[in-house]
């Protein structure tokens, strides 16, 4: 009766397929987002072990004019603390500030309304958490050297370390 020009739509299949669409989309942006998160919380790990095996001689040091295991402990948790609250806070508030661009500016058609996301925050922060302990394995292996033998052995090995640049030179 309405003739060929006449097309009729279903809004219950255009939403599904929207919603499809949406749903694919978020499931290879938050992989994405995932991969890139266990990258920089293996980074971050790395790093704050590697920052805590590089004062081997200063904490060495430290140990042999008094300082205690106590003390000790404060120190690098004070140090991997402020690291990861400062990068924490950073990410979440840049994070933060990206999502809400992208949902209002970007997404504005797709007629989404933005919402502070607080349990990514609060999961960060988690994280954040169980990085700043990745600091107390290092840290035992130092505090089972005696002192000595933490100092003892970075000299040691920095002795070894010019006699071989010597006869590299040499050479």
Same mark, same amino acid.
């Given at each position: 009766?309405?003739?060929?020009?006449?097309?009729?739509?279903?809004?219950?299949?255009?939403? =599904?397929? *929207?919603?499809?669409?949406?749903?694919?989309? +978020?499931?290879?942006?938050? &992989?994405?987002? $995932?991969?890139?998160? !266990? /990258?920089?919380?293996?980074?971050?790990?790395?790093?704050?072990?590697?920052?805590?095996?590089?004062?081997?001689?200063?904490?060495?040091?430290?140990?042999?004019?008094?300082?205690?295991?106590?003390?000790?402990?404060?120190?690098?948790?004070?140090? =991997?603390? *402020?690291?990861?609250?400062?990068?924490?806070? +950073?990410?979440?508030?840049? &994070?933060?500030? $990206?999502?809400?661009? !992208? /949902?209002?500016?970007?997404?504005?058609?797709?007629?989404?309304?933005?919402?502070?996301?607080?349990?990514?925050?609060?999961?960060?922060?988690?994280?954040?958490?169980?990085?700043?302990?990745?600091?107390?394995?290092?840290?035992?292996?130092?505090?089972?050297?005696?002192?000595?033998?933490?100092?003892?052995?970075?000299?040691?090995?920095?002795?070894?370390?010019?006699?071989?640049?010597? /006869?590299?030179?040499?050479?």
């Amino acid at each position: 009766m309405a003739g060929n020009d006449v097309t009729f739509f279903d809004s219950r299949q255009m939403i =599904a397929q *929207t919603t499809q669409a949406f749903l694919t989309v +978020a499931v290879f942006v938050y &992989g994405f987002v $995932l991969v890139i998160a !266990l /990258i920089s919380i293996l980074n971050i790990i790395n790093t704050m072990q590697t920052s805590v095996s590089a004062k081997t001689r200063y904490i060495g040091v430290m140990r042999a004019v008094g300082m205690s295991d106590k003390q000790l402990h404060k120190m690098i948790l004070s140090e =991997a603390g *402020t690291y990861g609250v400062t990068g924490g806070f +950073a990410g979440v508030l840049l &994070g933060v500030a $990206l999502q809400r661009f !992208l /949902i209002t500016k970007l997404l504005a058609g797709a007629h989404m309304t933005w919402q502070i996301p607080t349990m990514q925050a609060i999961l960060i922060f988690i994280l954040i958490l169980f990085v700043l302990l990745s600091v107390i394995g290092p840290l035992k292996k130092i505090q089972s050297k005696g002192i000595s033998e933490t100092i003892g052995s970075l000299q040691q090995h920095v002795i070894q370390d010019f006699y071989n640049r010597k /006869i590299i030179f040499l050479c």
